[in-house]
C-alpha cells in the first residue's frame, strides 16, 4: 500500500483532532471535579459556621434566639408565661423624635452613659434596608450603662450584656428575653425588632423594676 504527503497529512489531522478532543474532555472533566470540591467546601464551612459570622457578618432573621440556651429553665418558663397584660406594664410608646444613633453620632460623655451607640453597623442581609446593629450594656454598681437602645423596626438588634462587679440579669419582657452573667461574664442578647415601641428591661434579682436597674430598648416604627 502506497502511503502518500496526503494520507499523511489527513491521519495526522485526525491525530490532532483526537487529541484536542481528548484534552477538550480532560479539561471539562476537571473542571466539573473543581466544582464540586468547591461546592463540598462551601457546604462544610456554613456547616461549621454559626449563622451570624455569614455574608455581612450578620445574623440572618432565622438565627435568632429571644431565650438563649444557656438560660435555665425557670427564666425561659418565666418569660414564656408572663401574661400579655403583665408584659404591656413595660411596653409604652415611642417618645416623639426619638433619634436613632448611627456610627458617626457626637454623643457626650454624659449622653453615652444614657444612650448606647452601635459599635456595628451593617445590612442585615444583602441588599437589605434592615440594619444588623451591636451594642454593649454593662451591668456595675447595680446599674445599667447605658440605660437606652435605640434602633429601627426591623433592625437585628445584637447586645453584648456584661456583668462587671457581681451576677446580674437583665429580664426584657417585651421580646420574651432574659439573660444572666456572673462577674466578669459577657452574654448575648439578639432579636429582630418586629414590633416598635418604648421597652422596659430590667434586673430582676436585683429586686424587679421598683428596686434595681432598669433600661430602655426603643424600637423606632
Known sequence: MIVNNYHINIMRKLLNQN???IQSALTIALLGVAIILV???????SRQQPAGDRQTGAPSAGTVTETPTDV???YQEEVATMPAAEKDNFKAEVPVDTVVPELDTNLSVDQQKEIALPAIVVPAAIGSESKFRTFKIIAENDTFIPTKVIAN??????????AVDKS???????YNMRQSAKAGETKILEFQALHAGDFTYYCPSCGGPSMGPIGHIIIVP
Request: proline share 7%; charged share 20%.
Open 153 to 162: 423596626a426591623g433592625d437585628t438588634v445584637h447586645i453584648d450584656f456584661t
Open 19 to 21: 487529541k484536542a478532543s
Open 39 to 45: 461546592v463540598l467546601v462551601v457546604v462544610d464551612i
Open 168 to 174: 446580674y440579669d437583665i429580664m426584657f419582657p417585651g
Open 72 to 74: 435555665p429553665l425557670d
